[in-house]
């Protein structure tokens, strides 16, 4: 298994570009999330999703979003970049089972600069 | 908003030291998860602890939920290079109800072990 796989590595975006941050799990995970990580801030939830067709915000939503077509994707959509979304993004998936069974896992991650 | 503060931001000792990372909140998690992140990659999942005043050895790491479940720490004995990374710790909202998974990240303490 892959598990948790993100692309791309790395963008440099300019100031008002859009781009799709893939993510993809084959673990069959219902859940997904999407955080970001800034330095000394630990990570951010922007969206998450409890299946397909199913999203919902989460504290930080606003310049992005979310769709899920299918159990294994879950695209991240940034509008108009601006260099606040300077950050690395990283994709989880999990069973949903709650604690303590739970565990997210966590993909590699997208390193984002807006300039 | 649940909030999770870990102290020290930074910790840079010599191999064979002992170390401990706190994460504080005042407020009541159902479970606290302690991640560690090595540079590129994504958290990994060290432990859950579930009730108030459990103990958890990992190895050289002992992880421990306090009583109250507001707080845990996280103990490293005779620290070595391999232990080098970010180290996060993570609550699940004591909410009652459906949480889907979603966690609150404390900041993270950087630790830096040197031969």
């Known amino acids: 298994n892959a598990g948790v796989t993100q692309t791309p590595k790395f963008r440099i975006l300019k100031i008002g570009q859009s781009m799709t941050l893939q993510c993809a799990q084959d673990m069959n995970h219902n859940y997904m999330y999407w955080y970001r990580q800034d330095p000394g801030m630990g990570l951010k939830l922007i969206y998450y999703s409890v299946g397909a067709g199913i999203t919902d915000k989460g504290e930080v939503p606003n310049g992005y979003n979310v769709s899920r077509s299918t159990t294994e994707d879950f695209p991240l959509r940034l509008e108009l970049a601006a260099p606040s979304q300077t950050s690395v993004y990283f994709c989880?998936?999990?069973?949903?089972?709650?604690?303590?069974?739970?565990?997210?896992?966590f993909g590699p991650g997208t390193r984002l600069l807006v300039l | 908003t649940q909030l999770l503060e870990q102290s020290p931001q930074f910790l840079s000792i010599q191999e064979g030291e002992n170390l401990t990372v706190y994460c504080n909140s005042s407020s009541v998690f159902s479970s606290l998860q302690w991640y560690r992140q090595e540079p590129g990659e994504g958290p990994v999942l060290l432990v859950t602890v579930v009730t108030g005043g459990e103990v958890k050895k990992l190895k050289r790491l002992t992880f421990q939920f306090g009583d109250a479940r507001k707080d845990s720490s996280l103990h490293i004995t005779a620290a070595q290079p391999g232990d080098t990374g970010l180290y996060l710790c993570?609550?699940?909202?004591?909410?009652?109800?459906?949480?889907?998974?979603?966690?609150?990240f404390g900041q993270g303490t950087i630790l830096t072990v040197h031969p």
């Open positions: 989880a998936s999990g069973r949903g089972l709650g604690p303590p069974q739970e565990t997210q896992y």
């Open positions: 993570a609550g699940a909202p004591n909410a009652g109800g459906t949480s889907y998974g979603k966690l609150t």
